[in-house]
């Protein structure tokens, strides 16, 4: 059985209620981020499912040089409080450098390791010392029980505080596929485990400067992740996602987003009922 997680006050893992990840893949502005948390809080609220609100202070893997990155660490960060005092809701966001561990760590609930980095052993070991509970995405160029040597250097730190997260496996140029039986393979390190339903739907590369995405596929593969049994689910949203900043092509919008959450939280249900 899998060790529970708790984020805050919402526990995840292996019986606990379906929990939801999501936000604007970045940080916009101060005002679109405390808009996003607004919406997704009342959506919580009225469906009753547990959320913790994500946005980046920093994309340090965009495709181009042009790409908008965010505000920055500091500017970021304090806008990550603001989220977390107004609306009394955890938070998380991805860290890239091991110095960037202990300041979000003072803010955020739970640190997120991005896929592309999650064999970099400094970045871990630092994120594994601020004793937080920590998101470590399987990067698209790994065997799901390749992350247990990921998850042996945070037992090293003695941090058993783990979420693993699925995104999608690297299948040929631009392309991603997601194969349901790496969520089994994470299962049995014996952590909560997390799928990525946006970044899987991701075409990397795909637009040339830019990373493409196929948001049609998002609500399939959320619901055989559930069915496969993953804890929670990380689905990046936004208002409009036409005017989004950064993955405007898997972002959901919230009318889409609801109705997805909808059938998620019910199917959770009855693969839970299964386990009874």
């Known amino acids: 059985m899998a060790k529970i997680c708790s984020i805050q006050n919402i526990p995840v893992g292996q019986g606990q209620p379906f929990v939801v990840i999501s ?27 547990p959320l913790i609100f994500k946005a980046s202070y920093d994309k340090a893997n965009r495709s181009s040089i042009h790409s908008f990155r965010g505000p920055g660490l500091e500017k970021g960060l304090k806008i990550l409080e ?14 890239h450098e091991p110095s960037h561990a202990k300041p979000v760590a003072e803010v955020c609930d739970l640190l ?30 790994l065997a799901p029980w390749d992350m247990r040597n990921v ?12 979420i693993l997260t ?12 997601s194969d349901m039986r790496s969520l089994i393979v994470l299962q049995e390190f014996g952590y909560p485990v997390c799928f990525d339903a946006s970044h899987s739907a991701q075409l990397p590369g795909g637009l040339g400067d830019q990373t493409g995405g196929q948001r049609h596929y998002i609500p399939t593969l959320a619901k055989a992740a559930i069915a496969a049994g993953a804890h929670l689910l990380f689905i990046e949203s936004h208002p409009n996602p036409a005017e989004a900043k950064s993955d405007a092509t898997t972002v959901m919008p919230y009318d889409s987003l609801e109705k997805l959450l909808t059938e998620l ?5 009855l693969i839970l009922s299964f386990s009874c």
């Open 112 to 141: 997120q390791i991005p896929a592309f980095l999650c064999r970099q052993t400094d970045l871990l070991l630092a994120a594994a010392a601020t004793k937080k509970p920590v998101n470590i995405k399987k990067g698209q160029f």
């Open 265 to 269: 939280k019910k199917l959770h249900s």
């Open 82 to 95: 603001k989220v977390k005092k107004t609306f009394c809701l955890p938070v998380t966001t991805d860290i």
């Open 166 to 177: 699925d995104r999608g496996t690297c299948f040929g140029y631009n392309n991603l596929v």
């Open 23 to 49: 936000g604007p893949c970045i940080i916009e502005s101060e005002a679109h981020t405390l808009a996003c948390a607004e919406a997704l809080v009342k959506l919580s609220e009225k469906l009753g499912i």
């Open 151 to 162: 998850v042996d250097k945070f037992l090293a730190m003695d941090n058993d505080k783990i």
